[in-house]
Nanobody, 122 residues
Framework: QVQLVESGGGLVQAGGSLRLSCAAS????????MGWFRQAPGEEREFVAA????????VYAGSAKGRFTISRDNAKRTVYLQMDTLEPEDTAVYYC???????????????WGQGTQVTVSS
């Protein structure tokens, strides 16, 4: 079992930046691909970004490409999502997820965190 705890959410003005963190416990963190998802009010949860177990491979949703950067530190058992040039449309609860493969990290991960709220004001 892997437990995931997100942090770093908050309120930011449009054009600003936030860095989300996701700390993992249990399991062998370095063997899991990791992903970030988000869910806005009244909408379905959507994929944002994913990273391979090694950190050398990354995938981004179109809305995140060029503005968000996913990274990981296996020694710290932590994955990050650096979000720049934030827009009000990025307002959502952001979830961290762990998966056995990069493919599953994009749509059907095995483990989920509880989420952290990101609010972008205009």
């Amino acid at each position: 079992q892997v437990q995931l705890v997100e942090s770093g959410g908050g309120l930011v003005q449009a054009g600003g930046s936030l860095r989300l963190s996701c700390a993992a416990s249990g399991g062998t963190f370095s063997t899991y691909a990791m992903g970030w998802f988000r869910q806005a009010p009244g909408e379905e949860r959507e994929f944002v970004a994913a990273i391979t177990w090694s950190g050398y491979g990354t995938v981004y949703a179109g809305s995140a490409k060029g503005r968000f950067t996913i990274s990981r530190d296996n020694a710290k058992r932590t994955v990050y999502l650096q979000m720049d040039t934030l827009e009000p449309e990025d307002t959502a609860v952001y979830y961290c997820a762990a998966a056995v493969s990069l493919a599953r990290a994009q749509n059907e991960p095995e483990y989920w965190g509880q989420g952290t709220q990101v609010t972008v004001s205009s």
